[in-house]
């Protein structure tokens, strides 16, 4: 007879599906390891205030791009450890147990919606603001397993929560190799807090982007508005948080012992003027990382979480300033490399209305899924246009048409053409109408109106663009790889293979030229003496 059954030992059905959930993930043995070093013996259950200490967040030192940081802030920070714990996970009498530290795990980091991870990282913020003394402005409604948020919130609210968002993405790619010591890195994302609050205020709200006070801002923006906005333009923020709790439950049980940073290293990785040098600083980097999922959104976070000095800027392939102006200078620099690429305009307008002439300086960007290919007609595979700068919006394909990306140069032969194609790079719209064209000498860029553009989703580009086209003086171009070592490896296997053709073309065999019969000056000498002379072919 088979074995017996009856020595099996019975689990409970709430155990076997928070188990199987957990089990979804791949994070099941991690977890069992995790429970085991943080429970106590006797009760076999994880004490509260472990769980508090695990994901507390109170960062000591930090420095910021931005003089604009709340000063409730701190607080909040102090307080979001103890609040995920009382949220996610419900104690018993003895601590968390098993089945209750499973359930609290699943909420978060399990195999859930990004609208229901967004939904609970809401509810968190909230009843962390709560818990530091600040007033509630949104209504949470349980509904059984559910809840209903209701309720407003204000620019510096979401200029918390999106720092909230970005310290955990921050602890959780510094905590291994600095600990809890390191330094707290704030990036300048008001183009980012604009965007949630032009795009949702209530009409009659008017918000003036190009001079704007984001803490003095008093326009309400609906949490019903704020939660499809964030959806659809940054589905990647609330991974942050689910990362972040899974990333501290697993380091728990050494936290004690881990890594001590030294001041020099935590003075190093908090610099701000590794981003600000640039025009895709960390803040923007990040935004444009939070639209994307997948290896190129990992591509474009080790920008945004920098930790050691200029070390991960190796993703910069040209950058005007530093290679030169002009298509040939850029050419040069991203030829070769086939993988995404981000292109980022940094420019100038004159805007001469109200009988007066402002100058207005913003930034555009455009994500390609390819490298770029020297053609007469537009090309590609896919992309995105970006607005980055005063205010952060994203315009991906419609899927009507496909004319993503526009790169000619100069033909190399002398060739008559009737009709010659412009020169420069451009995105979107048609050829002679684009969206974005860049010149070839990289001195202006001229933005059109989205009707033109039938590959990209409508939208402004820059604050009050109009229906006219805008001619604009560029001041910086800057192109980044986020293709991974591997093409960059094959960019610069074929830059080698080229400086080889090069050397070769260059250099001059004198075994060929051995004796004066064969030696150029005869040839010169015989050509001009008798020109019509049949002559051997070249060689």
Not at 370 to 377: H, M
Not at 511 to 530: G, H, N, V
Request: overall charge negative; aromatic content about 10%.
């Amino acid at each position: 007879m088979g074995a017996s059954t009856s020595t099996e030992k019975w689990v409970p059905d709430d155990q076997k599906e928070a188990e199987a959930l957990a089990a979804s993930t791949g994070a099941l043995p991690q977890l069992q390891s995790a429970f085991s070093k943080l429970a106590d013996l006797q009760t076999s259950a994880i004490p509260f205030e472990s769980l508090q200490k695990c994901f507390f967040l109170g960062y000591k030192n930090r420095t910021q791009e931005t003089s604009v940081v709340p000063e409730s802030f701190p607080a909040i920070l102090d307080c979001i450890g103890s609040t995920i714990a009382e949220l996610l996970f419900i104690p018993e009498e003895g601590g968390v147990t098993w089945v209750e530290f499973l359930k609290g795990y699943n909420k978060c980091c399990g195999n859930i919606s990004a609208s229901v991870l967004l939904n609970t990282l809401i509810r968190v913020f909230d009843a962390t603001m709560v818990k530091a003394g600040l007033p509630s402005k949104l209504e949470v409604t349980s509904l059984e397993d559910e809840f209903k948020i209701s309720g407003f919130l204000l620019s510096s609210d979401i200029l918390m929560l999106l720092w909230l968002c970005w310290t955990m993405s921050w602890d959780s790619s510094t905590f291994k190799v600095f600990g809890s010591n390191s330094n707290l890195f704030l990036p300048d994302i008001n183009n980012l807090v604009l965007s949630s609050v032009s795009s949702c205020a209530e009409a009659g709200n008017t918000v003036s982007i190009w001079d704007c006070d984001i803490l003095g801002l008093a326009v309400e923006v609906p949490v019903g508005k704020f939660l499809p906005w964030a959806v659809k333009t940054v589905p990647s923020l609330p991974d942050g948080f689910s990362h972040f709790v899974h990333a501290r439950i697993l380091q728990a049980p050494t936290q004690e012992v881990g890594v001590e940073s030294s001041s020099s290293l935590a003075a190093d990785i908090a610099s701000p003027e590794t981003s600000s040098s640039y025009v895709l600083t960390r803040g923007t980097a990040w935004a444009v990382s939070l639209s994307q999922r997948g290896c190129i959104r990992e591509e474009i976070s080790k920008i945004c979480f920098v930790t050691s000095g200029d070390g991960n800027y190796e993703h910069l392939l040209y950058r005007s300033s530093l290679h030169g102006r002009g298509l040939n200078r850029f050419w040069s620099n991203i030829e070769g490399y086939h993988g995404p690429l981000f292109v980022v305009v940094h420019a100038e307008s004159v805007d001469t209305r109200d009988d007066s002439t402002n100058e207005l300086k913003w930034t555009v960007g455009v994500l390609t899924f390819q490298g770029f290919e020297n053609k007469d007609q537009f090309y590609g595979g896919g992309g995105n246009i970006y607005a980055l700068s005063p205010v952060f919006h994203v315009y991906s394909p419609t899927g009507k048409e496909k004319n993503f990306v526009y790169s000619h140069l100069h033909p190399s032969a002398k060739v008559y053409e009737p009709h010659p194609k412009p020169v420069g790079i451009a995105f979107g719209g048609t050829t002679g109408n684009e969206r974005i064209f860049i010149d070839e000498d990289f001195a202006r860029v001229t933005v059109r109106h989205h009707v033109v553009d039938k590959t990209y989703q409508p939208g402004p580009l820059f604050p009050d663009q109009g229906f006219l086209p805008v001619e604009a003086s560029i001041l910086e171009v800057e192109a980044w790889g986020f293709g991974g070592s591997a093409a960059k490896e094959i960019q610069n296997s074929y830059k080698r293979r080229e400086e080889l053709f090069t050397e070769q073309r260059r250099r001059v065999d004198l075994k060929t030229f051995a004796s004066w019969e064969d030696s150029p000056e005869k040839m010169m000498l015989d050509m001009m003496s008798d020109p019509n002379a049949v002559r051997r072919e070249d060689r």
